[in-house]
């Protein structure tokens, strides 16, 4: 779903709002009952106008399109693993066809979801699609000490990206693993500790050159000195490699492998309902009008005011300048 924004019909509101609510001045004598009108007025919602000038801003819409194309790919993943599951227990080339098309889904996640479904088949909001690896010669460099210059390079599109950093001694572990993290991420590597045990990630459509490109330098204590080192990185176990390795396997490990994927990508998309529903109703917040029916009360409610400001010149002048400003587009959106 693409929410788009009109900003000429919210700027000609805002024109319309601030003629027709501007306070008179003080030498001005008010009717009561035109205060009144003007105070019970649904129309133009002055006080949620000036809070909320744009009401569907550009990161709301990538957020609910990012909802939409995870929620679809999980859902036709659920689908075909269902159906896979189904006829598997017929056999046949029913069966078959059913594995190709679950394989397929599989292998061209990242495209099918335009990178809003990582490998562990979990959904993706913020940010991008990552993989998680094991660098054991960067974890043991982490844990040692003393004073050493290094450099990092690795390979991005067609870019070398480089990041040079100088430890010493005097470092406390916290302000050293700081400085090495800020180093990594400089070459697009991020740590992580889980559990007491250091691991790596990096983007997703990244992995490919990181792996075959990562090199190190150093002065001959966590790395060799005036020669590059080769960082070796192992990707961890994703629950999609687990699952195409499961469908080649038939037997008791697959009807497992499935079950769980399928418990996993339901509580998946429970998520991206509830998180659907918050949308909606922060949409609905934002409506400038609560019924259907509202804009044409707020219409007739405009013109009684207007009718009881008939003797008051300056009101009715910026009444007409506000309405001018109007777009027929704009009048026919608030109508519909």
């Not at 550009?58 to 990012?66: A, G």
């Not at 038939?250 to 429970?270: C, D, F, K, V, Y």
């Not at 991206?272 to 949308?279: N, S």
């Amino acid at each position: 779903m693409q929410v788009s924004l009109n900003t000429s019909s919210l700027s000609s509101a805002d024109a319309l709002g601030s003629s027709v609510i501007k306070q008179q001045p003080a030498s001005q004598i008010v009717p009561t009952n035109m205060k009144t009108a003007m105070a019970n007025t649904d129309y133009p919602a002055s006080p949620l106008i000036s809070a909320r000038p744009q009401r569907y801003s550009v990161q709301l819409n990538d957020q609910l399109t990012c909802l939409q194309e995870a929620d679809s790919y999980l859902g036709k993943l659920e689908q075909q693993l269902l159906d896979y599951r189904h006829q598997s227990r017929r056999g046949g080339e029913a069966a078959k066809t059913q594995k190709q098309a679950l394989e397929s889904l599989l292998e061209k996640r990242s495209q099918l979801s335009a990178g809003t479904v990582d490998n562990q088949l979990r959904p993706v909001l913020q940010g991008e699609a990552r993989v998680n690896f094991l660098a054991p010669q960067i974890s043991h460099a982490m844990q040692q000490q003393g004073e050493e210059s290094l450099l990092f390079s690795a390979s991005k599109d067609k870019e070398q990206l480089l990041a040079a950093v100088h430890v010493d001694e005097e470092m406390d572990p916290r302000q050293y693993r700081a400085t090495m993290n800020n180093a990594l991420r400089r070459v697009g590597i991020q740590s992580h500790i889980d559990k007491g045990e250091a691991h790596f990630s990096t983007r997703e459509d990244n992995w490919a050159q990181l792996q075959e490109s990562l090199l190190a330098i150093g002065g001959g204590k966590r790395f060799a000195a005036g020669s590059t080192t080769a960082i070796t990185t192992t990707l961890l176990p994703t629950q999609t490699d687990n699952l195409l390795k499961a469908l080649k396997t038939p037997g008791a490990r697959l009807s497992s492998t499935l079950q769980q994927t399928l418990e996993s990508i339901g509580q998946s998309r429970e998520q991206l309902a509830t998180q659907q529903e918050k949308a909606r109703q922060m949409i609905d917040g934002m409506a400038r009008y609560s019924q259907s029916q509202n804009a044409e009360q707020a219409s007739q409610a405009l013109a009684k005011m207007l009718n009881r400001a008939s003797h008051n010149y300056q009101t009715l002048a910026e009444a007409m300048n506000g309405q001018a400003s109007l777009s027929s587009l704009t009048v026919r959106n608030l109508l519909s």
